[in-house]
Structures are given as structure tokens and as C-alpha cells.
């Protein structure tokens, strides 16, 4: 298919967003490194600007436009993390984003887009419903579409951020991230399929939003609408565009329960010291659930973002 | 007085501390920035070995022991994290750690001294308690005594943490750093008063557990029993030793109360995504509380510990 990115795109996006993005720091711990019996990597894009990785994709997207398209404003649909960071990454090109969100979007993520000056617009909590929408307000605005994972800007954007985990630690016999959309995985596949093809690439998936493990079963993208996870980040279904990276580069994808989720998060806070979203915590989540596959490996983890409501926290027991 | 650590000794523990601890990251947030009208920096001891800086002189006391010194074991009285931090550094040893605790003390740092094989002998949750228990047990084991912070070896070990801030972050206006019994403080101020004279430092303390404001005021040692504050590692009292650096170099204690301790470590978790225990959202508290005083400058924040209870937890709301 057309307009998948190339490792070129990664080496460009690193240059253009490299100003406005933070080198995240990759922090170890002992405890977990005996627990599981391997050594980990965590590549902390919780300590991104607005919290997650999607600062990065959203940087490339936007600061990748003519100047007479960053004038006509930028939109997308999201259920999160994307919104905050399109709307973080407009304001600081000093232009207009418009983000379509569901109902039942987070509340600090609905903070955050109004936070960075973003306009949102309610939908339903359908896939059909936020694609509906978003082609409505861009036939009125004439924005440019910044996918929240299927745009070649923005997969070579995500790129990024294990570009730095390569360069920062040798030898990575795997790394692990989670699977939603696919956009991150799709960056991490491609930045790795050049620098490091020997690195086995897993993706971490919500059983109950299994939807990538079901498409690398069937062979072909399966699709469900209106999944359910704590991992409200890993909701959404692939797209070609990520399906080519994930079919040909994603060793497996592995899964967790909901309760393994929340206490892969829960662990991270207490022994790490870092707030992780739900999301986030299912690449470690699937390494307690695999012990075997990784005993003695040295292993990364992209931690993707610790943007969570404390007041309102599903692993504050 | 005698004993009173030199910068030479700061050199030296930096090297023989090296291999055991973590060279802790330093993080920025845009949003606090704003918010105090300041260039602050983050340096983030919650990331360190054990949770907090702690590591650092507990790694310098017991590594620059003779052979024949640690076989007989270290000993010490703690609230908290030097207690688990010296119990870390005595396995790394292959020693004995025995530690006075108050029968107080947060039930996760009497965990975290058991997880790395110290022995806990329970007091009353007073100063005077705390020391004629642990002379006890000296008499009977010739344990080597680490006091946590009156220690020449710890002031030179916790010293390396500011040593840290200053070779990464230029120009520092000021430095601040919480004040419990004035380890940390006195490292500081043994660092800074070399490297960097004109840096100011200053001392942040709960008002509820303000022996070292009275101090300051009366121009000596002025000592308070059985203080109570959610800092729980900051309820001790100066001693002669760290007295000698806090009345020569510290420009201020300021003062916060304990909503303004817990607001400021729940600031932190949510916009940092970083675990921190009360104790070390004394800073950021005092800095919001004296905004004048720091605008437009370069401060570096020590951020002590992370060691939290989250599963009973004040800050949780």
C-alpha cells in the first residue's frame, strides 16, 4: 500500500521534533529483574511532555506542515492521549485543533486537550461514530487529519521514541509495547526492522481487547467494536497501515486479564516510583505471564503514559 | 568540632558509592514552571537505589569499612529509608544491619529493611529512646555505628547527590532540599560551599516539625521531641555536626504546613508522574508558598524518597 513511512521519515522526525520533546529516561529495577529473570528496560514516556509517547507523532505530524496547512488547523479523533498531544503540539505551532472524543473519554484527558487550548467534540464510544464525526468537522474546517495511529507522520514520529531506547541500550533481545491501534508498535517495528532486526518486537494486549491477537491468529485485521479494558488507551483496531508492520515484524502478541493489568500498574508505582496508566503496565503484565520466554534476556519495555485520574483510580485499592 | 567531612570526602564517596548506585535522572515539568514563575530541576533520589538518597551514605559509611570493622555488622536507629537503605548496602557488603525502629515507624520501611535481611528492633517513637536502644545493642554485637545522619561518612555520601545536580544543571540560583536532622542539608552545603558558593540553599521544613527554623531564629541548636508531621522523615532534630553547615551556609528554612506538604506531593504525582513521599513535597511547597522569592531563577529540587504506602496513603484523596 501507499504511504507507509520509510526509516528516512524516522531519521527526519527525529530532527524535527527533537525541540519540542523530552529525551525520556530509561530506568531499571532490581526487584523486577528478579521477579521476572531477565534484565528490563523501561523507556519512561509517562515523563514525556503531556505525559505519553503521542507528543512525538504529533510533533512530526504538525511541525511537518506548510505553513499555509498548519493555518487551516489541525483535527483527529481520540479516545486520550493523542488529543492532549495534537492540541499540546498545535498550540506550540501557535495553530487550531479540534478533537473528537467519546463520551466516555477520561475526564483528565478531556482536561488536558482544553488544558493546551484544543476545542473538542463529543461522540459516541464507537469507532464508526468518531470517524463519522471527525469527516464532518473537517469538510467544514478543511484541518488537516492527524490520525491518532494510521498516518505515516505519525507511526514515523512513534519511531522515535525506540530509536532512543536503541541508542541508549545495546543488545535488546526484545522489546515489548502495547498494542492498540498499532501506531506505536508500528514506529517501533519499523525503527527496529533497520537498526536491529535480530530484536524480537512483542506487543502487549488487553485479552479483553484482543483484537491485534485475534488478527495475527486469523492471519488478516479482525476488528470489534466497542472493547472494554482498564487499558482505556488499547481500545481501538488496527488499520492497514499498521497491519503492515504487524504482520510482518511482531513476533506475537501476548496477553492479560484486567486484574493482571491493574497489578502490573499498581507494582510499577510502588517499586518504581513512577505513575504509569493502565495501558502502560500490560507489557510488564504479559512478562509476568510469560516468565519462561524471557528468562535471562535483556528486554525493553516502552512505558507509554502516566496520564491516570488519581482521584479516580481503578488501582488504588 | 571534630570530625566535620571535607569536599575531598565528597570526591571520595563519589567513587567508592559509583558502582552501587543509580546516577538518579533530572526531571522538568513546563506546567511547574509556570505555575512558580522559576526554571525548576528535579532531581529524583525517589528513583534511586532503596527509594530515596539514602543509599548514598549508607553506601559510603559501609563501604569505606575495613574488612575487619564489617565483619562485626552496622547498626543503626531510623523512621525510614536510611533504615532500609543501610540494611540494602550491609547485603551488598554480605554484612549485618540491625535497626532501631520506632514502633511508629511506616509499616513499608520496616518491609523494606526485612526485604534486604536487616534486623529490627522495635522503641518508642521518641529521640531519647531511639539512642539508648540502639547504645544497648552496640554493647552487646560492637556493631558498627551509622547514625543517619549525624555521620561524617553519610554527610559525605548524601554530598553526592548535589555534586550530581551541579555537573548536569549550570547556574543554579538556589537548591532546596527538605530538613529532617540535616544529612542531606549538610551534604549540600559541604558540596555547594565548594562548587558553587553563590548557589543559595535552602532548607524546607514542616511547620509542624520546626526545630530547625527555631534553630535558626535562636541561633543555635533548638531541639523538639516527639514532632508530628505526614513527613515522617523529617520529625528529627539537628545535632552539632549538621548544625555546623546549616547555621554557616543555609540562607533560609522555610516553612509549609501539612495540607501544603500534601497538595504539593499530589502536584507532583499527577503533573510529574512520580511517586514521592510526603517528606520530599516539602520543597515544591515552600517554593509555591515563597513564589516572589524565586522568580525568574534556576532552582534545583532535591526529591528525597518515594517510599509510600500507597494502599494507605494520605495524599490519595
Same mark, same amino acid.
Not at 482544553?114 to 463529543?122: A, C, L, P, Q
Given at each position: 500500500?501507499?504511504?507507509?513511512?520509510?526509516?528516512?521519515?524516522?531519521?527526519?522526525?527525529?530532527?524535527?521534533?527533537?525541540?519540542?520533546?523530552?529525551?525520556?529516561?530509561?530506568?531499571?529495577?532490581?526487584?523486577?529483574?528478579?521477579?521476572?529473570?531477565?534484565?528490563?528496560?523501561?523507556?519512561?514516556?509517562?515523563?514525556?511532555?503531556?505525559?505519553?509517547?503521542?507528543?512525538?507523532?504529533?510533533?512530526?505530524?504538525?511541525? +511537518?506542515?506548510?505553513?499555509?496547512?498548519?493555518?487551516?488547523?489541525?483535527?483527529?479523533?481520540?479516545?486520550?492521549?493523542?488529543?492532549?498531544?495534537?492540541?499540546?503540539?498545535?498550540?506550540?505551532?501557535?495553530?487550531?485543533?479540534?478533537?473528537?472524543?467519546?463520551?466516555?473519554?477520561?475526564?483528565?484527558?478531556?482536561?488536558?486537550?482544553?488544558?493546551?487550548?484544543?476545542?473538542?467534540?463529543?461522540?459516541?464510544?464507537?469507532?464508526?461514530?468518531?470517524?463519522?464525526?471527525?469527516?464532518?468537522?473537517?469538510?467544514?474546517?478543511?484541518?488537516?487529519?492527524?490520525?491518532?495511529?494510521?498516518?505515516?507522520?505519525?507511526?514515523?514520529?512513534?519511531?522515535?521514541?525506540?530509536?532512543?531506547?536503541?541508542?541508549?541500550?545495546?543488545?535488546?533481545?526484545?522489546?515489548?509495547?502495547?498494542?492498540? +491501534?498499532?501506531?506505536?508498535?508500528?514506529?517501533?517495528?519499523?525503527?527496529?526492522?533497520?537498526?536491529?532486526?535480530?530484536?524480537?518486537?512483542?506487543?502487549?494486549?488487553?485479552?479483553?481487547?484482543?483484537?491485534?491477537?485475534?488478527?495475527?491468529?486469523?492471519?488478516?485485521?479482525?476488528?470489534?467494536?466497542?472493547?472494554?479494558?482498564?487499558?482505556?488507551?488499547?481500545?481501538?483496531?488496527?488499520?492497514?497501515?499498521?497491519?503492515?508492520?504487524?504482520?510482518?515484524?511482531?513476533?506475537?502478541?501476548?496477553?492479560?486479564?484486567?486484574?493482571?493489568?491493574?497489578?502490573?500498574?499498581?507494582?510499577?508505582?510502588?517499586?518504581?516510583?513512577?505513575?504509569?496508566?493502565?495501558?502502560?503496565?500490560?507489557?510488564?503484565?504479559?512478562?509476568?505471564?510469560?516468565?519462561?520466554?524471557?528468562?535471562?534476556?535483556?528486554?525493553?519495555?516502552?512505558?507509554?503514559?502516566?496520564?491516570?485520574?488519581?482521584?479516580?483510580?481503578?488501582?488504588?485499592?
Amino acid at each position: 500500500m501507499d504511504d507507509i513511512p520509510t526509516f528516512d521519515d524516522v531519521v527526519a522526525a527525529r530532527e524535527r521534533i527533537t525541540p519540542y520533546i523530552h529525551r525520556t529516561p530509561i530506568l531499571t529495577s532490581s526487584y523486577l529483574n528478579q521477579l521476572i529473570g531477565a534484565e528490563i528496560f523501561f523507556k519512561c514516556e509517562n515523563l514525556q511532555k503531556v505525559g505519553a509517547f503521542k507528543a512525538r507523532g504529533a510533533c512530526n505530524a504538525i511541525f +511537518g506542515l506548510s505553513d499555509a496547512d498548519a493555518a487551516k488547523g489541525v483535527a483527529t479523533h481520540s479516545s486520550g492521549n493523542h488529543a492532549g498531544a495534537l492540541s499540546f503540539a498545535a498550540a506550540l505551532r501557535g495553530i487550531d485543533a479540534t478533537v473528537v472524543m467519546p463520551t466516555n473519554a477520561p475526564k483528565t484527558k478531556k482536561a488536558a486537550v482544553r488544558s493546551y487550548g484544543g476545542k473538542i467534540i463529543e461522540c459516541e464510544p464507537t469507532q464508526a461514530a468518531r470517524e463519522a464525526t471527525l469527516e464532518q468537522e473537517v469538510a467544514r474546517s478543511g484541518a488537516d487529519v492527524v490520525h491518532p495511529y494510521d498516518d505515516p507522520r505519525v507511526i514515523a514520529g512513534q519511531a522515535t521514541c525506540v530509536l532512543e531506547l536503541h541508542q541508549d541500550i545495546d543488545d535488546l533481545d526484545a522489546v515489548i509495547a502495547p498494542i492498540g +491501534g498499532g501506531g506505536l508498535i508500528s514506529g517501533t517495528c519499523l525503527a527496529l526492522s533497520t537498526l536491529s532486526p535480530q530484536t524480537k518486537i512483542y506487543a502487549a494486549e488487553p485479552a479483553n481487547a484482543d483484537d491485534a491477537y485475534r488478527s495475527i491468529q486469523a492471519g488478516e485485521i479482525v476488528t470489534r467494536d466497542a472493547q472494554q479494558s482498564v487499558a482505556d488507551g488499547l481500545k481501538t483496531n488496527l488499520r492497514p497501515r499498521t497491519w503492515h508492520f504487524v504482520s510482518r515484524f511482531v513476533t506475537d502478541v501476548l496477553l492479560a486479564s484486567e486484574d493482571e493489568i491493574l497489578d502490573a500498574m499498581y507494582l510499577t508505582w510502588e517499586r518504581m516510583k513512577i505513575i504509569i496508566e493502565p495501558s502502560s503496565a500490560v507489557p510488564l503484565a504479559v512478562m509476568l505471564n510469560n516468565k519462561k520466554l524471557f528468562q535471562g534476556q535483556r528486554v525493553g519495555i516502552i512505558i507509554t503514559g502516566g496520564n491516570v485520574d488519581l482521584k479516580n483510580c481503578p488501582g488504588c485499592k
